[in-house]
Each structure stands twice: as C-alpha cells, then as structure tokens.
C-alpha cells in the first residue's frame, strides 16, 4: 500500500513529517511521489497565513475526485485552527492534532480498516487490502470524521506531545537534520495563530535531545537545527529542568569531544528572552553555527505593542549588541510583517531605519494577512494590498542593497560550505556557509553533497556567493571524497 504527504509550512512542520513517515510506514505502508497512485493522502497544514491553507482546501478537492474513482483514505494534521478544523471534519478522514500521532493506526482500526501489518481481524474489520480494492460508490466502510480530543477548548492540550517526540523521525537527509526542543507558545502575539494550533509552550526532556543530537553527530550529520516556537524560552515551564543556555552548552560540550564538523543552529528565539548568556554559549563552541535568526517582526515601537511583541527596539538593540560583541562574525536574520494593521508609512519608514541599523544578512518579509483566532482577526485590515505589495517591494531593496554590501566582503575569501544540492546551471553545486549565506560552488560532482568543502569566493550577488574548490577533497576527517573541479 501506498502513501503520499503533503508538507506546508515551516520547519516544525518538515521535522513533524519525518514522525509521521515512521508512524505511516510501520504501519506497512510506502512513500509515493504520484499522489494518484497513493491508497493514503496526507497533508500536514499551517495556519499561519491564508495561502497554505487555501492550497489544503485545494487538495482535499481534487482527492475526493479520486475517491469518486477508487477507495483512498485522507487526513490533516499539523497547525490547524479551530475554524478550519470544523471544515475539515467534513472534508478528510481523519483530523487529528500532531500530538495524537501515535494514536493514529488506532484510529484506522477501530473505525474499520485494519492496516497492511495487521495479521488479525475481526468480521467487523476489514483488511486495508479488500478497501481499496472495493469499488468506491457504497462501500462497505464508510470513514469517521474524527475530531481531536480538545477541540472544543480555547487551547489545544499538549499533554500527548512527549509520546510524539519519543516516536523514532524517519530523517528525510543523511546530513542535514531538525531536532524540536519546544512546541507551543505562550507569548500570544497580536498577529499569530500558533498558541491556538499549537498550545502553550512545552519543554522536551534536555536528555532526548542532547543525545539525539550527539547521535546525529557521530553518524555524519553536518546541519542540525534546534528548532522551537520560541527555542530560548526553553525549559521555562519546567521545574527541573535546564534552561536554554545550558542546552546550548551541553550540546557544544558533546560537539567537541567528536573530530568530525558539525553546525548546530537553532530557530527561532524570541528577542524578549535572548539573554546575554545564550549568545556566550554560541560564541565558545565550534560546533554551534554562528548564524543567528532574531524575530523583529516591525521596527516600529507604536507597532510592536499593538502586536503584543513584548519587547521595544532598544531591548531588540541590546540583543544585537550582545550578538556583534561576542560573535561578531555571526549573520543576522529576522523575520518581518508590513502592512500590519493600521501601520502609518512613517511607521513603516521605522522598519526601514532598522535594517540599516541592524544590517540583518536575510529577512523574511511577509505581508500581513488576518488569522481567524487571533486578536487581530477582530481588527480592519485597512492597509490596501498595494500599499503591503510597495512595502514588500521596497524593504526587500533595501535587503538586497545591506547584503550585497556584506556579501563584498567576502571577495577573495576562502571559507568551508556544505554542500546541499546540484544547481539548475549546469556545472555549480549550492550550498551554505556558517551562515547560511546561499553559495553557489563550480563543481560537476555530486558525490560532494552532504560534505564540506573549501571554496575561494570569486563572485557575489545580492543574497548569495560564488566560488571555487581551492582543494580537491572534501573537509570530512570521516571519509575523503575527490572532488571532480
């Protein structure tokens, strides 16, 4: 039996999927990149703009034309908000908040339909096999639309998350990893949707992930991203457990008993609990990437107190300060939202100033849209779209003009990259650096994925470089790779 899933969103989303993969196939099933050939359909959502979901709703149309056809089974989990989980019900299978995950396969059996592993059955059963092969008008199994537990609730519950975290992911990469740290949020910004799909904030034991890291380590990862809602409020709904700060430290203790490279990165932390001892323990361990990504979201005080942000610019500034202090090679990057509403231009302008302040390497720039849920929902949306589009456009000069800037001092240099992928022009591989500063590498030899390599950078863009091999082995003390220039 086959399956197909469907990854929207951010990278909680992409590290989430690797668990359902594991959950799915130990259920007997195997990935398919042809939906149409798929018997299962999934789809893991996000709420946190409109696009993502419009392109569910896209989906789950088009499936239930194949089921008109043949006999598929759907499902939706992931960020989903309360009003969007009412519609759903009506449109998959099978509904279910991450969490529940491993309460999945229990699902298919009780309401009919045993999977392929499962080897006994009742009358009242009926094995996966026969249901797909049952002509699809008046099947003998018709699928329950099941709810989750807590849907009724303000908050979804994340009592069930540790079970979830506990369940082996099926890593989509052998050299670039996501570990979760946290899930939830409890800062209840004015603009977001994650505490209402997500819940508040939960700490995963410091023990599971400090030696998931060290065992994605030693066999030969080289990217592993922390990742969390708010990565440095770590351990803060715990009474015995280490803070963020400590993590980082017992993870760069581990990276430096081992020869191999490593970069730990980690996203994303929140301004109002970056402490000074955070970027302290980024700065005093090799293995911990020095790139470092800082929410900003406006450069406007007026605006971030109506987005509940908790913090102003001179607390953002003095995370900076710590950052260009103690890591001074570090890149910066931010996230931000224009067209926030009732942002004045001279609001806006603020956020403009910021960027030559700031001199982020990278932003992500999203223009705002209303969440159903969140506090803002209930306000106008009165910025035009044009008026978001022009913002968009000119702050991402802006970007542009700041990074190729930094980029131009990088001529000449030499630096390691990984390498993560063959570029559509023919002869460059692409990759990163420390921090993650997009490059371009000429070179026509695949087998240097997943490496290290040292180029010198011959050419630079706006938001990436280019250079050349300046050796012809790959940086990995595990195994030498010739690299074919």
């Known amino acids: 039996m086959l399956y197909h899933l469907i990854v929207l969103g951010c990278q909680m989303n992409i590290s989430d999927s690797e668990r359902v993969r594991s959950v799915i196939e130990q259920m007997g099933f195997t990935h398919t990149d042809k939906e149409e050939d798929a018997h299962l359909l999934g789809v893991l959502s996000c709420s946190v703009r409109q696009k993502p979901i419009d392109k569910v709703y896209s989906r789950i149309y088009k499936w239930n034309r194949i089921k008109a056809k043949r006999n598929v089974l759907t499902f939706v989990s992931g960020c989903v908000l309360p009003d969007d989980r009412e519609k759903f019900l009506k449109l998959f299978d099978f509904v279910f908040p991450m969490s529940e995950l491993n309460d999945f396969p229990k699902m298919m059996k009780e309401y009919g339909v045993a999977s392929p592993l499962s080897l006994q059955t009742t009358d009242a059963e009926i094995k996966i096999e026969d249901y797909f092969n049952q002509k699809p008008v008046q099947s003998a199994f018709k699928p329950v639309k099941i709810a989750a537990k807590n849907s009724k609730t303000t908050l979804p519950s994340n009592k069930d998350i540790f079970q979830l975290w506990k369940t082996q992911p ?43 890291v060290v065992q994605l380590m030693k066999t030969g990862f ?35 008993k081992l020869n191999d490279p490593s970069w730990v990165y980690c996203t994303s932390p929140h301004p109002r609990d970056m402490r000074r001892d955070v970027v302290e323990s980024i700065a005093k361990y090799k293995t911990l990437g020095k790139q470092i990504h800082l929410p900003l979201q406006s450069g406007s005080d007026q605006v971030l107190v109506k987005m509940n942000r908790k913090h102003n610019l001179d607390r953002y500034r003095e995370s900076i300060q710590y ?136 050419e630079v863009s706006g938001f990436s470089i280019s250079g050349e091999l300046v050796e012809n082995t790959a940086v990995n003390s595990r195994k030498t790779i010739e690299a074919k220039v």
């Open 222 to 256: 080289k990217s592993i991203t922390l990742l969390g809602q708010n990565v440095n409020s770590y351990g803060l709904d715990c009474e015995n457990e280490i803070l963020f700060a400590q993590l980082l430290e017992a993870i760069g203790k581990e990276g430096e």
């Open 170 to 212: 099926n890593y989509q990469s052998d050299f670039e990893a996501f570990v979760p740290i946290q899930n939830g949020c409890d800062k209840f910004c004015s603009y977001c949707a994650v505490p209402y799909t997500r819940g508040r904030e939960v700490s995963r034991p410091s023990a599971e992930i400090v030696e998931e």
């Open 323 to 458: 950052i260009k202090e103690l890591v001074p090679q570090a890149t910066l990057f931010t996230d931000i939202i224009v067209g926030f509403t009732g942002e004045t231009e001279e609001q806006f302008q603020s956020t403009m100033n910021s960027f030559d302040e700031f001199k982020f390497n990278m932003a992500y720039i999203a223009m705002y849209s209303p969440r159903p849920g969140a506090q803002s929902f209930r306000w106008e949306d009165d910025i035009p779209k044009e008026t978001k589009k022009d913002r968009l456009k000119r702050l991402s000069e802006k970007l542009e003009n700041i990074s190729l800037h930094y980029n131009q001092e990088l001529m000449g240099k030499e630096m390691t990259i990984l390498v993560r992928t063959t570029e559509r022009k023919t002869g460059y591989l692409s990759g990163h650096n420390e921090g993650k500063i997009v490059t371009r590498i000429i070179s026509k030899d695949p087998s240097l994925i997943g490496q290290f390599v040292k180029i010198k950078v011959t």
